[in-house]
Structure formats: structure tokens, C-alpha cells
């Protein structure tokens, strides 16, 4: 699966559109990391916890829209875009979009 936030992907041409693929995920914050946060925001630093935790939603939410696409027929993911959102106290989500497409060689 080719995966690219252009809106083609260089070198193949485009033969089928299949529309717009999403995935999301919504997650809430660890107590622990909340306390590792509240010491990091006085001795200043990488909040790692909550790295880890946005890496990890990312990811989920990719795999998500990509499976979506394969679901279609689709062999790449084009015009990709991650968004969040907060949907209640201590929890947000991760949205990723793209359009699915079907590509050859030229």
C-alpha cells in the first residue's frame, strides 16, 4: 500500500477512485502519565508518556483508514491528513483521512 499526504503519487498513474477511507481512535490519558506530566511541566522536558500515547493512537488510526482502503481494492492512500479532537475530559481522538485510489505504472 503506497501512503502519501500528495495528491498523486509520482511515477504511476491514477485509474480508479474509490473515495474517501478514515480511521480514528479515541483515548484516554494514564493517571500515571498525568502525574509524570504534571512533574515534567515544573522541571520542563519531553512529556515521553504522552508521545508514546500519540504515536500509538496515530498509528491505530492509519491502520485503520489503510485497511478501510484495502477494503475497497484500493493500492494507495493519497491527500493524507491526521486531526484530533477532544471528545471528553481526558480523552481525545485521532482521526486519519485520505483518499483511496487504485495506481499502475505509466
Given at each position: 500500500?503506497?501512503?502519501?499526504?500528495?495528491?498523486?503519487?509520482?511515477?504511476?498513474?491514477?485509474?480508479?477512485?474509490?473515495?474517501?477511507?478514515?480511521?480514528?481512535?479515541?483515548?484516554?490519558?494514564?493517571?500515571?502519565?498525568?502525574?509524570?506530566?504534571?512533574?515534567?511541566?515544573?522541571?520542563?522536558?519531553?512529556?515521553?508518556?504522552?508521545?508514546?500515547?500519540?504515536?500509538?493512537s496515530r498509528?491505530?488510526?492509519?491502520?485503520?483508514?489503510?485497511?478501510?482502503?484495502?477494503?475497497?481494492?484500493?493500492?494507495?492512500?493519497?491527500?493524507i491528513r491526521?486531526?484530533?479532537?477532544?471528545?471528553?475530559?481526558?480523552?481525545?481522538?485521532?482521526?486519519?483521512?485520505?483518499?483511496?485510489?487504485?495506481?499502475?505504472?505509466?
Amino acid at each position: 500500500m503506497i501512503v502519501t499526504n500528495l495528491e498523486s503519487v509520482p511515477g504511476l498513474r491514477t485509474v480508479r477512485h474509490l473515495g474517501l477511507v478514515q480511521g480514528s481512535t479515541v483515548r484516554a490519558k494514564h493517571l500515571g502519565r498525568d502525574i509524570m506530566a504534571s512533574l515534567k511541566n515544573v522541571i520542563g522536558g519531553e512529556l515521553k508518556g504522552y508521545t508514546e500515547l500519540l504515536q500509538d493512537s496515530r498509528d491505530e488510526a492509519t491502520r485503520r483508514m489503510l485497511a478501510q482502503a484495502e477494503q475497497l481494492g484500493g493500492n494507495a492512500v493519497v491527500n493524507i491528513r491526521f486531526t484530533t479532537s477532544s471528545v471528553a475530559q481526558g480523552a481525545s481522538e485521532i482521526l486519519a483521512y485520505g483518499t483511496a485510489i487504485v495506481v499502475e505504472e505509466e
